[in-house]
C-alpha cells in the first residue's frame, strides 16, 4: 500500500495516515472559509417546531434498568469493527452475561454524573476507496469513517433511545422526516414521494421534486464544549 502525495511516493504507514489526516482536515477548513460564518441559529427550525405545543413530558434521561440495557445490547448489531481498545460489539454480545454488572454501572454513572469519559470519545479513522475503480494512490479516493470504541455505542444507543422516545411521545418532528427515526428508512421515503405523485396525477395537479446535497454535512457541524 502507497499514497502519492505532491510527487513523492509515501510507504511508511505512520506518513500515510498524516498525509490522509491532513487532507481532511484542510478539505473541512477550506469548505468553512467558502461557506463563511453561520448567519442562522441553527436551533431556530427546532425551537418553531416545539413553539405552542403543551409538552406533556419532559426529556429526563435517566439510567436504565438491567433488563432495558440487555434488551439494548441484544438488540445492536454484533459486528467485528472495533475501536482503538479492540473491543467490539459481538465480544459484549457473546459475553454480556459476564459483562452486564461493569457495563450497567458504567452507563449508570455517565447518565447520572452527566459525565462522558474522554476515553470513549476517541475515535479510530479508518480511510475506505470510494470506488474500486478510483486511484488507490490518491488520497482525495478515500472518505474517513469514523470508529468509536463499543463501549460509547451501547451509551449512544441508551442516550438515543430516551431522547428519541421524548420527541415521539410529543410529536415534535414533522411526519415526513424519515432520517435517523425508529421504522424510517430511504423505503419509506420513496413510497411517501410515490403516493403524493400518484395523488397528483389523479387529480391532476403537477408534481415537483427538489433535491438537496450538503458537502461535507456532518464534517461541518458544530461541538461547542459547555
Known amino acids: 500500500?502507497?499514497?502519492?502525495?505532491?510527487?513523492?511516493?509515501?510507504?511508511?504507514?505512520?506518513?500515510?495516515?498524516?498525509?490522509?489526516?491532513?487532507?481532511?482536515?484542510?478539505?473541512t477548513k477550506s469548505t468553512r472559509q467558502e461557506l463563511g460564518e453561520p448567519t442562522s441559529d441553527p436551533c431556530a427550525g427546532l425551537r418553531r417546531m416545539v413553539e405552542g405545543k403543551q409538552l406533556e413530558n419532559t426529556l429526563t434521561v435517566k439510567a436504565p434498568t438491567r433488563s432495558q440495557l440487555a434488551d439494548l445490547v441484544s438488540s445492536m448489531k454484533p459486528t467485528k469493527l472495533s475501536g482503538y481498545d479492540d473491543i467490539n460489539m459481538k465480544i459484549i454480545r457473546d459475553y454480556y452475561s459476564d459483562l452486564e454488572e461493569p457495563i450497567h454501572h458504567f452507563i449508570t454513572r455517565v447518565i447520572e454524573t452527566q459525565d462522558y469519559p474522554q476515553p470513549i470519545k476517541v475515535s479510530r479513522v479508518v480511510p475506505l476507496l470510494k470506488a474500486p475503480d478510483l486511484n488507490s494512490t490518491d488520497r482525495k479516493s478515500y472518505r474517513p469513517v469514523n470508529i468509536l470504541p463499543a463501549l460509547s455505542k451501547v451509551a449512544e444507543k441508551v442516550i438515543f433511545s430516551k431522547i428519541q422516545n421524548?420527541?415521539?411521545?410529543?410529536?415534535?418532528?414533522?411526519?415526513?422526516?424519515?432520517?435517523?427515526?425508529?421504522?424510517?428508512?430511504?423505503?419509506?421515503?420513496?413510497?411517501?414521494?410515490?403516493?403524493?405523485?400518484?395523488?397528483?396525477?389523479?387529480?391532476?395537479?403537477?408534481?415537483?421534486?427538489?433535491?438537496?446535497?450538503?458537502?461535507?454535512?456532518?464534517?461541518?457541524?458544530?461541538?461547542?464544549?459547555?
Do not use: C, F, W
Not at 504507514?13 to 481532511?24: D, F, G, S, V
Not at 391532476?204 to 446535497?213: H, I, R, S
Not at 461535507?216 to 458544530?222: F, H
Open 1 to 27: 500500500t502507497q499514497l502519492v502525495v505532491d510527487g513523492k511516493t509515501i510507504t511508511s504507514p505512520l506518513k500515510m495516515a498524516e498525509a490522509i489526516n491532513t487532507h481532511y482536515v484542510n478539505q
Open 166 to 226: 421524548n420527541i415521539d411521545e410529543n410529536d415534535i418532528l414533522p411526519p415526513n422526516l424519515h432520517g435517523s427515526r425508529v421504522e424510517h428508512t430511504t423505503t419509506t421515503v420513496i413510497i411517501e414521494m410515490y403516493e403524493a405523485m400518484i395523488e397528483a396525477y389523479e387529480t391532476e395537479k403537477v408534481a415537483k421534486l427538489g433535491t438537496l446535497d450538503k458537502r461535507l454535512g456532518y464534517e461541518l457541524i458544530e461541538h461547542i464544549k459547555r
